[in-house]
């Protein structure tokens, strides 16, 4: 009898962070579930580190870097194609309460109309402050947040309700949607992908639901950050480059046209605070992206497929 959830992860060069998640994975109390570990191309042979360590796992190599997009996409048509009822897309640098799971599941199970659910999510370095307790957008402004981001845990995260997008960090979904909504957005690679397979998900008439009585614990953006600071500070330049590109991409495509104007004005402000800042810090290559993913914002556009599940 085939289990229920698929809990995709994804591996790149990064065996330490991996073998965590799976050792606190491998605590949880329901079992109803396969890890799946999507290695992008690692060349520190990790992938094949982490099957010989954990042989439980289903291990499935991509020949390139397909970003989290990508990667997290062959989870998921592997997940499909092999009738698991439920995905559930999970950073690699968490680790999670023996019990996160059976929540998630009760409340899927008695909410029909909920496509997708999350976790309350703290840091891990701090297991008091809050990583994310529910994500909105404010349509007039054209600006997307957290809840909760960095403030000690308090009774207004202890309640159930819905949301506007969901982190991709902890995406709990149903594979029945994914048919219909499409999977993530590939051209995207990552950053504000969750954001827009939310949006997808939403437009076909289902909640998004945040369930704090499951609970992970996140490090955070762990493959986006140097342990050393350079001359451009500790985050890789590239994540500037996403960041607006794919903010732009973002706007482009969800912002109420009565809110153009609203919206432009205030991320037109937001980039040129970013360019400023980075201009007084002398941090010619991160300006250099944030230029770069202005441009291609405002060329490009979000693309996606109905892609068939694989066998």
Request: include cysteine; charge should be neutral.
């Amino acid at each position: 009898m085939n289990k229920r959830i698929a809990i995709i992860l994804i591996n790149w060069n990064s065996f330490d962070t991996t073998n965590d998640c799976i050792n606190s994975l491998n605590l949880v109390t329901d079992r109803d579930f396969d890890i799946i570990v999507v290695d992008n191309a690692s060349i520190d042979n990790s992938g094949d580190q982490i099957k010989e360590l954990h042989p439980h796992i289903i291990l499935l190599k991509s020949l390139v870097n397909a970003g989290f997009t990508g990667g997290n996409n062959i989870g998921f048509r592997y997940s499909i194609a092999h009738n698991y009822e439920f995905s559930l897309m999970q950073n690699n640098d968490t680790f999670v309460e023996p019990d996160y799971l059976t929540p998630l599941i009760n409340y899927m199970d008695e909410h029909p109309n909920t496509g997708v659910a999350q976790p309350r999510i703290f840091y891990h370095h701090n297991r008091n402050l809050i990583w994310d307790g529910g994500s909105y957008i404010n349509h007039f402004l054209g600006h997307t947040y957290t809840k909760g981001v960095g403030k000690a845990s308090s009774e207004i995260y202890n309640f159930e309700k819905e949301v506007d997008w969901i982190t991709g960090c902890a995406f709990f979904v149903r594979n029945s949607i994914l048919k219909q909504s499409g999977l993530l957005a590939e051209n995207m690679f990552m950053q504000w992908e969750d954001v827009d397979l939310s949006f997808r998900i939403k437009k076909l008439g289902y909640q998004l639901d945040y369930v704090p009585s499951s609970v992970i614990y996140h490090i955070a953006s762990s493959s986006l950050k140097s342990q050393t600071k350079g001359k451009e500070g500790f985050l890789n330049p590239a994540a500037h480059y996403r960041n607006i590109r794919n903010r732009i991409w973002i706007l482009k495509r969800y912002t109420p046209w009565y809110f153009a104007p609203s919206a432009i004005a205030f991320n037109f402000f937001y980039i040129l605070l970013v360019i400023g800042y980075f201009a007084l810090r002398r941090r010619f290559v991160k300006l250099n992206e944030v230029l770069r993913g202005v441009r291609d914002g405002l060329k490009g556009s979000i693309k996606y497929e109905m892609i068939e599940p694989i066998t």
